[in-house]
């Protein structure tokens, strides 16, 4: 799914090279969703506050890879607007794993195995959770070119609209699905623990 939005987005830019434009886009998407998940695993150690933690460390990890994205195919946005429109789509997606969520923030409780079951969880979310964020935002950005938009007169509110729409159009369980799947292809590769190369947020004063 990731690698079709991709190479969608640089076709819809008419991109010389959409397959490239597309195999680098998806690897910021999975970079970043590789450091959301590490990230992770640390604040879900957190005793029942580990899932309220980790959706605030994915929010900054979602607006910093929507950045690099844009700065990859030369959309002007904000950063505020970047952190607002990461923020509704994330929040629209969550709805998908609050399961989890809830799950975490129960084993967080528990001393030891609870706290090490909680850390893995939570990372597995945080993964899923960036990387279906990173797919809603592809798949807006495409329409937007589809229709010939001019990206300097998109506002937030025309970015959370057109996400609201994809959303509602789309599988989010087989979003989801694919995420996790993802996550497990990362996790066996070791990646996740990777934390000197792991994709860091952008900070304000970038």
């Not at 999975?30 to 957190?46: N, Q």
Request: proline residues 2%; charged residues 20%.
């Amino acid at each position: 799914m990731l690698a079709k939005a991709g190479v969608a987005l640089g076709k819809a830019l008419h991109k010389a090279s959409p397959q490239l434009l597309g195999q680098e886009i998806s690897d910021i998407v999975e970079k970043h969703s590789i450091g959301a998940a590490a990230a992770g695993l640390g604040v879900a150690w957190l005793p029942a506050a580990g899932s309220s933690a980790a959706l605030a460390v994915c929010a900054g990890f979602v607006w910093s890879m929507y950045f690099r994205i844009n700065s990859k195919i030369g959309v002007p946005f904000s950063k505020n607007i970047l952190k607002s429109v990461g923020t509704a789509i994330a929040a629209n997606l969550v709805s998908a794993v609050v399961g989890s969520l809830v799950v975490s923030a129960a084993f967080s409780l528990i001393p030891g195995l609870g706290s090490i079951a909680a850390s893995a969880l939570m990372a597995g979310v945080s993964f899923a959770l960036t990387w279906s964020c990173g797919l809603v935002y592809l798949k807006v950005l495409t329409r937007f070119a589809e229709a010939n938009v001019d990206f300097n007169n998109v506002s937030d509110e025309d970015l959370k609209a057109m996400a609201k729409d994809v959303l509602a159009k789309e599988n989010v369980k087989e979003m989801m699905k694919q995420a996790k799947e993802q996550f497990k292809a990362a996790k066996a590769r070791g990646d996740i623990r990777k934390d000197a190369d792991n994709v860091k947020p952008i900070s304000d004063e970038e």
